[in-house]
């Protein structure tokens, strides 16, 4: 069994972690979060999106967020959901997009209000038209294990939408558990068979939620399968409005910890993540599912 | 990779789980919690230990619990750290003791005042006299990966020690990372080791705490070394008094829902499982660390 010996953590606490929290959140403390982020050596990270300020809030500061903290040269992720989220991209001059679409076209109706596959007619032109013209496209898969209306997904489901986003030529796929259901066993045999399946040069990424305990579980089974990519989000910002009590994203330093102690590189500081944690939690209402930072809140610093 | 088809879950919260309780839990309500522990199909369990009243007092009614909870035939223990505790177990019939020692000595001398050395020394006589009775002996190994005060136990040392207790004819080596350190890759490692040194008759149990969130992905790990028995304990009760705002044992609920969605059977009633939960609940001090009860105190019964 051997695993990667490098990994790298894409931070999506600013975006997917930040989008559901009621409290709007001044953008100054957003830009020092992503600063202090940044200053941890995170160096993939999901910014903000391009979405209606009326049905997110939280990101109608996405061009001043991208105006203080895109670099140029560094995977610096907006997400947009549609055409208009794609031309307000290109207004910006952002380099690296995210799309979604769920593998549940129940599970993407009542997010987004199209099936699966309304979605992948729409997002069909647009990624071509990203790809022409040089951007980076990382397309994010969700309910690729379970639907929180449909209940447990075909594998051979979540494999074949990952194969038409490879054909469209995307860069980077990102293969969610969204409700955080998902166990080691599934997470390995799906995968390993995308190890199998996708064209090499696309970029496998796992994005796992700790909903049940089993982000960490899930994880160790990516790696086992050769996966060396992980959405991870500092604090374990975000929530999951589909799971009453949920948790959200597995947090950023509770995977490096583990990352750590298997001797497996990310190049990331774990004080300096921690202290990015400091800043934005008096502006988090719901309370921060990690253990990495409970344990130094109580004064634990191992 | 073929993982166990059936994994035993050794409940260890009416012992371990309170044993640091503050609250002096009334006994009829343990007698109740351990009945409904029972109702739930668990059918090896850690009833109570014969340790000093002054510095357990949560445990001074161990021969109340016994009376009203042993069931001949069944794998309940009882734990003894010495002699004494050995003639209390004979004294009240028990089949089935809970020895303990740590491979790391320091933690042996903060927490029972003897060398690893001398336990051994006072544990050897003991064992052989249980065995030539027909005793069940179940050696608990504790710091097998890391110590609070020495850091980073070797892996040879934990399987020196294993191997001295199957030479004194132990039935069960249950191996703990008393302190949640450990990572799976470490723990497939140590576990792996003990399944080939071990003889094949002794059990071998995993013990994990869930301090660093680490909890599942380490029982994952074992079971892919071939483990298929673990100590979990309802609710996640215990604490680690080593560890400043660590939480406890592994849930068992949480461990159940793992393995339940990996087709693992258990035997074990998830629901009456929880009501179990909600029997010791109200008399805990510490708020529970377990992803599966606060998801059904949420509401979300998935």
């Known amino acids: 069994m051997t695993l990667p010996k490098t990994v790298t953590l894409i931070e999506v606490g600013p975006r997917d972690g930040l989008q559901n929290e009621k409290n709007?959140?001044?953008t100054d403390i957003k830009i020092k979060f992503i600063e202090a982020l940044k200053q941890a050596n995170i160096n993939e990270m999901e910014l903000t999106s391009f979405v209606s300020p009326k049905w997110v809030p939280q990101m109608k500061d996405a061009d001043e967020i991208i105006k203080a903290c895109l670099e140029p040269g560094k995977r610096h992720f907006v997400l947009a959901p549609n055409q208009k989220g794609v031309e307000r991209?290109?207004?910006a001059g952002c380099d690296h997009i995210a799309v979604f679409v769920g593998v549940s076209t129940t599970f993407n109706k009542k997010n987004i209000n199209k099936t699966t596959e309304e979605s992948m007619a729409e997002l069909a032109p647009l990624i071509r038209d990203l790809k022409a013209r040089g951007k980076f496209v990382r397309a994010c898969i969700s309910t690729a294990f379970y639907c929180p209306y449909e209940g447990k997904v075909e594998k051979e489901a979540a494999v074949d939408l990952c194969g038409r986003f490879a054909e469209l030529g995307v860069d980077?796929?990102?293969?969610a558990d969204t409700i955080g259901m998902a166990n080691p066993k599934d997470v390995y045999a799906l995968f390993s068979r995308l190890k199998e399946s996708l064209p090499e040069n696309i970029l496998l990424t796992g994005h796992f939620h700790n909903t049940r305990g089993t982000a960490?579980?899930?994880?160790y089974a990516c790696l086992e399968a050769g996966v060396d990519r992980f959405d991870t989000s500092a604090g374990g910002l975000g929530g999951c409005p589909f799971a009453p009590g949920a948790s959200g994203n597995v947090a950023t330093e509770d995977v490096l910890f583990m990352l750590n102690e298997m001797e497996i590189e990310t190049g990331i500081d774990m004080e300096k993540l921690l202290e990015a944690v400091d800043l934005i939690r008096p502006h988090i209402t719901r309370s921060l599912d990690s253990k990495i930072y409970g344990l130094r809140m109580a004064g634990n610093h191992t």
């Open 216 to 219: 960490l579980a899930n994880i």
């Open 89 to 91: 991209f290109y207004a």
């Open 172 to 175: 980077e796929l990102s293969v």
């Open 24 to 26: 709007i959140i001044p």
